[in-house]
């Protein structure tokens, strides 16, 4: 097995009220673990909305559907999903 199938490339998208410390938020939760995303894109889209895309490599995806789901309860976070790349 390579580490390509325990830790395959996965995309975090998030999407909530534009508010900078839901950037923080997200980045907070990878730093805690110790994971520096391979990307980071956020975007401010029509409606006052930010979309935070996160591209992440070493983390499999248990780990990252709990992430998805401590970001999801924060305040200003409207969803947390991922999926693979």
Known sequence: M???DCFPLLRLRVVG???P???AR???R???LNVI???LVAECGSNDTLYIDVDIFGLTEAQLS????KIGEAPSIVSARWHRL
């Not at 709990?66 to 789901?69: C, E, F, K, Q, T």
Request: glycine share 0%.
């Open 37 to 39: 995303p391979r990307r």
């Open 21 to 23: 410390a839901a950037i």
């Open 30 to 32: 990878l730093a805690n």
């Open 66 to 69: 709990l992430i998805a789901a």
């Open 17 to 19: 009220d534009a508010d």
């Open 2 to 4: 390579t580490s390509e």
């Open 26 to 28: 997200v980045v907070e």
